[in-house]
């Protein structure tokens, strides 16, 4: 029985450590895994839905060249 207790009080002193170490070292007990963090000020867009991409062409409208004309 005695062994138990002694093998139980390593393990949790083993276990308390290793928290405030990973607390210490910036990761709070969390796992990272294998992603990246990203950076602040980093954009990333990913498409989330298969939308066409125009509807009208290109060659729809037309451009007005407009001269101003100063009333007398």
Known sequence: ???FAILFVV???WHTFKMFRDIFN????VQQGSR???RQGDVT???TSRT???RV??????YV???EIKDK
Do not use: A, C, H
Not at 26 to 29: I, V
Not at 57 to 62: H, I, Q, R, T
């Open 36 to 38: 990246e963090t990203p």
């Open 11 to 13: 393990i949790l002193v």
């Open 65 to 67: 060249d407009y001269k």
């Open 1 to 3: 029985m005695r062994f």
């Open 26 to 29: 910036g990761t709070k007990g």
């Open 52 to 54: 066409p991409s125009k």
């Open 57 to 62: 062409n290109d060659d729809v409208g037309e």
């Open 45 to 47: 867009i990913q498409r």
